[in-house]
């Protein structure tokens, strides 16, 4: 789960308090920006919020780091930004540490560490370009490198939108062959939104592994199955 640290209190990335105990705080560097994940284990994203968005922090906490990947705030390339961190960062911390970085050497190289990644039940890897500056939004030179799963699914119901996407679709709800119903709310175009397809309509979508009920993690539309 995403989390911000602006040198004096953790947040999400909507901008809510993130109510961490004392000693997981204590390990945070006062006054220094840091961008990162509240991390769990691999497969327990849905574990790691529950944790992270009690109102009041229990013992669970004890097991989630801090996984940082940036400081928002330092000047220069990412190169420098790294050695930052490392200087800020005691390596005797518990709950706070750097994610592994490490120089791509190629295509090849690339998808053999994506495959690797995957295979051990991550979603795959960010790689940024080098001598970049940090952009607190989505950016080119910060690339998301992944596999993903899509399966079919049949549309029964319409959700309106709100807010820029009043007056559209908001999300589809759907049917899989197997009976499991869900929403798959992003993928579409303005023009998708504008004409959705219609309920009895096979779609099919991407998602990225299961969550504990057997629903697809974050759908996504693709397209309509063409008949």
């Known amino acids: 789960m995403r989390g911000f640290w602006d040198g ?3 947040w999400s990335r909507g901008g809510k308090p993130i109510h ?3 000693y997981f705080l204590a390990e945070l560097p006062k006054d220094i920006a840091l961008d990162g994940e509240l991390w769990l284990g691999r497969g327990k994203f849905e574990d790691t919020v529950s944790i992270v968005r009690r109102q009041t922090p229990n013992a669970r906490w004890r097991q989630i780091q801090f996984m940082v990947f940036d400081a928002p705030k330092v000047k220069g390339t990412f190169e420098k930004r790294m050695v930052f961190l490392k200087t800020q960062l005691p390596a005797t911390a518990k709950h706070v540490r ?4 490490w120089l791509c050497k190629g295509k090849a190289h690339l998808i053999a560490e ?3 990644i995957v ?3 991550g979603e795959g890897l960010m790689i940024r370009e080098p001598e970049s500056v940090y952009e607190g939004k ?3 030179t910060l690339l998301k ?3 993903h799963a899509d399966a079919e699914a049949t549309v029964i119901g319409h959700k309106p939108g709100k807010g820029k996407f009043d007056g559209m679709l908001g999300s589809l709800r759907v049917r899989t062959k197997d009976g499991r119903e869900f929403s ?3 993928g579409f175009t303005n023009t998708e939104r504008k004409n959705p397809p219609p309920i009895g309509a096979v779609v099919t979508y991407r998602y990225r592994g299961l969550t504990k009920n057997g629903l697809p993690r974050f759908p996504s539309f693709w397209r309509v199955r063409k008949k």
Do not use: H, I
């Not at 750097?98 to 970085?101: I, S």
């Open 138 to 140: 989505r950016s080119g």
């Open 8 to 10: 004096k209190a953790l």
């Open 114 to 116: 994506r495959d690797r």
């Open 20 to 22: 961490a105990p004392d």
């Open 184 to 186: 798959v709310g992003t």
């Open 145 to 147: 490198v992944k596999t």
């Open 98 to 101: 750097p994610v592994p970085q």
């Open 119 to 121: 295979k051990a039940g």
